[in-house]
């Protein structure tokens, strides 16, 4: 632990994600010496408090950075494209949230429960990348089976909840619920469909393949975190009319033989996991017992039958915390202590 403090900017402060990662510097109680709020030119002049102290939110423009350690940035994959570099030129590193740099050879894609190693490549372009919700809840659950029994396959189904997409699909789910629930009819917005009382099998755009991008996100981001281009991943996204919390049935083919029990057994010692796992209690992780924490939930262990080697279980987490504010603070944290 170091007793140093740092300078840290959070680009994107006013969005779902922004919010939750001013919070997550709180509770992780990060040795902030000054810290600076950014957002669009819309935000500027709000205020935004820390630890009780108010905070003007500034506007976003390439001469933000100079002077300052570390920005955590959440404010779309194409300001992060625009202004991350000009931030690592400052000698600011960026601990990215958006999709842009993810896929980068030179940029490293951290979950620290997995490869917090990793971290040390920021030394090649001054940014970091922080996966997709989806990916990182997912790869919690998996280190450890990965470790112990290998893994040959995954078969996804994710059931999104909206708070992904930020706050103005918060609002939609919202005031469609309302709407329709008073008889009248829903305005699509955001999404191109009615959320409301409804499941779309739609996450971000679709690629030449017939897949999402956030399907692909699963499949490229997982194998890259695990530095094991061998796994074979097929996904299929769905957003749901969730508030918050992802959740998430995956189907393992482990390399070598585990029982339901060893999995059980295995995950529940394991670093960020709860088990939740006595369905004749009722008792299974759940998108509305998740949210708010930092925990990745996993149950409904049981062997695939139809299969050598078959696992499946249900895993729920908070994606705008471990999916995303959280992560990214606790990439913070191992940059912090480990090389500034
Ligand atoms: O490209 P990506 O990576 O796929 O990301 C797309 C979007 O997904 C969210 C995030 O939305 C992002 O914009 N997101 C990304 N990764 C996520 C993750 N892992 C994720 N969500 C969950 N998990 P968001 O609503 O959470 O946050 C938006 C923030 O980004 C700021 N921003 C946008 N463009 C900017 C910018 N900041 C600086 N420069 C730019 N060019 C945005 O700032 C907000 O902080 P804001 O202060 O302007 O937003 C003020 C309010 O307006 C809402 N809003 C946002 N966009 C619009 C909008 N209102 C009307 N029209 C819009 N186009 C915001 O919700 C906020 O309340
Ligand atoms: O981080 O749920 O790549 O709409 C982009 C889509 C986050 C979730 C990312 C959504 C995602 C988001």
Redesign the pocket.
């Known amino acids: 632990m170091t007793d140093k403090a740092f300078n840290v900017i959070v ?8 919010t939750q990662m001013i919070t997550c510097l709180e509770e992780q109680d990060f040795p902030v010496d000054k810290l600076k709020f ?6 500027a002049g ?1 205020s935004l408090t820390f630890k009780g102290k108010a905070i003007e ?1 500034e ?2 423009t390439h001469d933000s950075f100079a002077g300052f350690d570390i920005a955590l940035f ?7 494209k625009t ?1 991350a570099p000009s931030a690592a030129e400052a000698g600011c590193i960026v601990v990215d ?4 740099w993810r896929m980068d050879a030179d940029i490293p894609l951290v979950v620290p429960e997995v490869n917090p190693e990793a971290v040390a490549d920021y030394k090649k372009k001054g940014i970091i990348a ?1 996966p ?2 989806s990916t990182i809840q997912m790869v919690v659950a998996l280190e450890p089976i990965y470790r112990e029994f290998g893994i040959e396959r995954l078969v996804i189904s994710t059931y999104q909840a909206v ?6 699909a918060v609002e939609e789910l919202r005031t469609q619920t309302v709407d329709l629930l008073e008889g009248k009819p829903a305005r699509a917005g955001v999404y191109p469909h009615q959320i409301a009382f409804n499941c779309l099998p739609h996450i ?1 755009v679709f690629l030449d393949n017939g897949y999402s991008r956030e399907e692909m996100k699963m499949v490229n981001e997982t194998r890259k975190i695990f530095g094991d281009e061998t796994i074979r991943i097929t996904a299929t996204t769905v957003r749901v009319p969730v508030f918050n919390s992802h959740s998430e049935s995956v189907n393992i083919q482990t390399k070598s033989k585990a029982t339901a029990e060893q999995i059980r057994e295995l995950l529940s010692k394991a670093p960020g996991i709860e088990v939740m796992d006595d369905p004749s209690n009722n008792v299974y992780p759940l998108p509305v017992h998740a949210a708010g924490k930092d925990t990745t939930y996993v149950g409904r262990i049981r062997e695939d039958e139809s299969i050598e080697n078959g696992i499946n279980m249900w895993i729920v987490s908070d ?2 915390r471990k ?2 504010a959280t992560n990214t603070v606790q990439i913070a944290q191992l940059l912090a202590n480990n090389y500034l």
């Open positions: 680009a994107g402060a006013t969005g779902a994600v922004g950014l957002a669009s030119s819309r935000s709000k939110v506007e976003l959440s404010a779309g994959g194409g300001t992060s202004f949230n958006s999709s842009a922080n997709n919700c708070s992904g997409t930020g706050v103005a971000d994606n705008i999916g995303a």
